[in-house]
């Protein structure tokens, strides 16, 4: 009896623990203000200005559906901007064009340049098939 009473209060403590170390660090960002941020490769971006605690959403063009290719970050200062998910695909709403998207939380002031390559993710030294660039300035 006492066995199967010990047994179920280390269970029930190891799933406690189990629980407490799966939330830590998947903290929820609420930011002030977002700002969305379209690039398109072969144009300038023109800077994106932030305060402290804002987002940026980039919405990135394409990639054609079954091409192949997918979005990759290949840049972002990761102490100013935090990548709030992952890339996601998605359509333009009006043209039902694909797109791809993500968003970052601007921690502290200071500068971040965020590059994206458009790559075969399964060869290993892939030759970009376009890239885009945005510089965010995080100011108070």
Known sequence: MKTARRMVQCSLALLGLALISGCEGTQVRHPKVTQ???LVPGQQAPDV????ESAVHVVLAGPAAGSGLAWEIALNNSAVLEQMGALRLAQEPGTGAPTTAVSFYSL??????????????NEREAEPAAM?????????
Not at 108 to 121: A, D, E, M, Q, T
Not at 132 to 140: F, Q
């Open 36 to 38: 969305e941020c379209v």
């Open 49 to 52: 200005e932030l305060g402290v």
């Open 108 to 121: 502290k002031l200071g500068r971040s340049v965020l590059r994206f390559v458009l790559i075969r993710p």
């Open 132 to 140: 885009c660039e945005v510089t965010v300035h995080v100011r108070n």
